[in-house]
């Protein structure tokens, strides 16, 4: 693997933590108002019902950002071996 292709691996590693990190944060923010609503008798199903919907909500938008990132780094893999096999044929002459 290049050094160019090494990089590219550690970008996309580190861009997915990222976005599990920020994910984790983001549903422990919004644990704390959801949280206090379901303790409240009258709001406690719907709270419970909202607080699914949006949970699934947003680990739909940051599985999507990882998915994108995968791709992204997949399509730079394609065009650093390209680079890598231009330059090899390069050296043969």
């Known amino acids: 693997m290049s050094r160019w292709n090494q990089l590219r691996k550690t970008v996309e590693d580190l861009v997915n933590k990222g976005v599990t ?9 919004a ?7 379901e303790e409240i008798a009258p709001l406690q199903d719907t709270a419970k019902s909202v607080h699914d919907i949006h949970d699934k909500t947003v680990g739909g938008i940051y599985e999507t950002i990882r998915l ?9 893999e394609e065009i650093l071996d390209g680079v890598d096999n231009v330059k090899d044929d390069g050296e043969n002459y």
């Open 31 to 37: 644990d704390m108002p959801f949280s206090r609503l």
């Open 68 to 76: 994108v990132n995968k791709k992204v780094g997949e399509f730079a």
């Open 21 to 29: 990190s920020v994910e984790e944060i983001h549903k422990k923010i």
